[in-house]
């Protein structure tokens, strides 16, 4: 097998996909490679589903962004993974932090049940709550979380759940791939506090924007899964990239590369629980990462001139 998508169902997972952004949508060349079902079974809006695009002001939804990606999908048959709801970053300005707790009760509610109503039965996943712990394990102090404490995070997978029963929700974050520092200890309990009080969370996902040559190992990848499948059904890599930081990368880098890629790949393969594998985007072309972290980049599959490089070759070379 030599695609992406047709390579991950035969050696056993649900998908593997691709981030899409708005920009990318009137490129032809992109478009093709997006569109393929054989590369991408899976694709998750990169901006349109966010705070700031659904709901820039109180009670006025717009959904034109999130709506010209999961069309794709419709027309494709691909998977649609919703991200995300509630996060505190790319949240609109209006939602801070003087609100009471019930007010903010209301407006996470609101915001819920439009969002996730609007897209109802065609998320087979949602990222319900996205980045809601600090590095260092204590929560992040975010307007929702000064308002409400962690009772915020119960209340949203709760309407999600209430909204759109059919989609799996998942709780989404950066930095609790390797085991185990103390924010995959502290989102390993805050999961489980929610699910006692009531909530339910179906996936944990790892976004996984990581670097060459310092990289998760096939071994610590998968001793953090063992742990989040302790508290959870479904587990997944949900935003992977692996960046270089030196540009532009040698050869060697490359393989560097493919390697650091094989790890997460061979990791989900082995991890019963992990269902698929999204990468933040395919090309060099629309990567985030060189807007992000000034300098690096080179961290997608394809180059910015289509080519695939040596990390595809790797992985579907892996069977
Ligand atoms: C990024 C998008 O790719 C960028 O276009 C945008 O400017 C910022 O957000 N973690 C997440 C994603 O959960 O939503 C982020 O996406 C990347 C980090």
Redesign the pocket.
């Known amino acids: 097998t030599c695609q992406l998508d047709k390579w991950a169902k035969a050696a056993g997972l649900k998908y593997f996909g691709t981030?899409v952004?708005n920009p990318a949508l009137n490129n032809q060349g992109y478009m093709k490679i997006a569109r393929d079902t054989d590369e991408f079974g899976s694709i998750t809006p990169?901006?349109g589903q966010?705070w700031s695009n659904t709901e820039s002001s109180q009670g006025r939804f717009s959904y034109g962004s999130g709506d010209a990606i999961a069309n794709i999908a419709k027309q494709t048959g691909q998977l649609l993974r919703c991200?995300?709801l509630v996060?505190y970053?790319?949240l609109p300005g209006w939602v801070s932090s003087s609100y009471s707790k019930d007010q903010m009760q209301r407006i996470i509610a609101t915001h819920i049940q439009n969002v996730a109503g609007h897209y109802k039965g065609q998320c087979y996943a949602w990222d319900v709550v996205?980045?809601a712990v600090e590095d260092d394990g204590k929560m992040r102090q975010n307007p929702m979380y000064k308002a409400m404490g962690i009772d915020y995070i119960t209340h949203s997978f709760k309407i999600a759940a209430q909204t759109d029963p059919t989609a799996k929700l998942y709780y989404?974050d950066?930095n609790i791939e390797r085991c185990c520092n103390a924010k995959i200890n502290a989102t390993y309990d805050m999961i489980k506090t929610v699910k006692a009080a009531g909530a339910r969370i179906d996936g944990i996902g790892m976004?996984g924007?990581s670097r060459v040559g310092k990289s998760p190992s096939k071994k610590e990848l998968k001793d953090t899964m063992a742990k989040f499948s302790q508290v959870v059904d479904e587990l997944a890599y949900t935003?992977i990239d692996i960046r270089h930081l030196k540009l532009p990368a040698s050869a060697a880098d490359n393989q560097q590369q493919a390697k650091d890629y094989l790890e997460v790949v061979g990791a989900c393969l082995e991890a019963p629980k992990c269902v698929g594998i999204t990468v933040?985007d395919f090309t060099d072309q629309y990567s985030?990462i060189p807007?992000q972290y000034s300098g690096e980049g080179e961290a997608c599959l394809w180059d910015r001139s289509y080519n695939k490089k040596p990390a595809y070759s790797s992985i579907v070379s892996l069977l």
């Open positions: 981030a952004d990169a901006n966010k991200h995300t996060w970053n790319q996205n980045e989404n950066f976004q924007h935003e933040w985030w807007g």
